[in-house]
C-alpha cells in the first residue's frame, strides 16, 4: 500500500513552529526570546520569518543545513496592525506545501483579511494563526479569519499560558470560545491527519 509521507508539527512556543518530513525541516519565525519560553536551539532546511521583529526572526537560533528542499512558498503580503502598517510595518503569511499538505502560518497578522486575501488561504489543511491580540489580531478576528478559509485544522498561536507569552496579550481562551470542535494534544507536537475539522490546542512547550 502507498503511505503517504508523514508531516510532523512541532510547536516550540511564541509563534515558532517546525514542520518535519523526511524530505524537509521547516521553520517558522524563530524567537530570539521570549518570556516564560527556553532558547531555541534548532535545525531546519529552510526558515520562513514573517517580519523582522526580534520574537519572529531569529536566524541566529537555527543552524541551516545545506540541503536543497523542494517546498513549494506562496507569500501573502499583509500588515501588522490595522493601519496598513503605520503602527508596526509589514507581515507576510507564508503558505508551504510539503508532503501534499498545504500549511499557512500567520505570522503577526494585525488585521482582517481582505476576500483576495482570504481567497488565497483556501485548502489548508493546516492553519497557524496569532490569537492573543495586542499584537495581533484577536480572538474575534482570528475566528473570522478560519471562517472565511475553512481549514481542516486550526492551531491557534501567539497567546499567553501562566508565565509564557507577553503578558499584554490575552489567554487562547477567547479564541476557543468561538469553536464547538476544539481538541486537546498531549504533547506540543502532532502528525498532520490525526485530527480533522478542529481547532488544536497544542501542549504549550513553556518552561
Excluded at 35 to 59: Q, T
Excluded at 71 to 77: M, S
Excluded at 117 to 123: E, S
Excluded at 133 to 138: A, L
Aim: hydrophobic share 40%; net charge negative.
Amino acid at each position: 500500500a502507498f503511505m503517504s509521507e508523514e508531516v510532523r508539527i512541532i510547536w516550540h512556543g511564541h509563534s515558532c513552529f517546525e514542520i518535519n518530513t523526511k524530505d524537509a525541516v521547516i521553520v517558522f519565525d524563530p524567537y530570539q526570546e521570549v518570556p516564560g519560553y527556553k532558547l531555541l536551539e534548532l535545525e531546519a532546511d529552510l526558515v520562513l520569518v514573517s517580519h523582522e521583529h526580534n520574537d519572529h526572526n531569529a536566524l541566529s537560533r537555527v543552524k541551516l543545513t545545506s540541503r536543497k528542499v523542494d517546498v513549494d512558498v506562496e507569500v501573502v503580503d499583509v500588515f501588522h496592525d490595522p493601519e496598513e502598517g503605520k503602527l508596526r510595518g509589514q507581515n507576510k503569511n507564508h503558505i508551504v506545501t510539503v508532503a501534499g499538505k498545504r500549511i499557512a502560518h500567520c505570522g503577526d497578522l494585525g488585521h482582517p483579511l481582505s476576500d483576495e486575501q482570504a481567497a488565497q488561504l483556501q485548502d489548508l489543511d493546516l492553519l497557524l494563526i496569532p490569537v492573543g491580540g495586542h499584537y495581533t489580531i484577536d480572538a474575534d478576528t482570528a475566528a473570522g479569519i478560519v471562517r472565511q478559509t475553512k481549514p481542516d485544522v486550526v492551531v491557534p498561536m501567539h497567546y499567553r499560558e501562566g508565565e509564557a507569552g507577553f503578558d499584554v496579550i490575552s489567554t487562547v481562551q477567547p479564541f476557543l470560545d468561538h469553536f464547538d470542535k476544539v481538541e486537546r494534544a498531549e504533547e506540543s507536537s502532532f502528525t498532520l491527519g490525526d485530527y480533522h475539522d478542529c481547532v488544536l490546542v497544542l501542549k504549550n512547550p513553556k518552561l
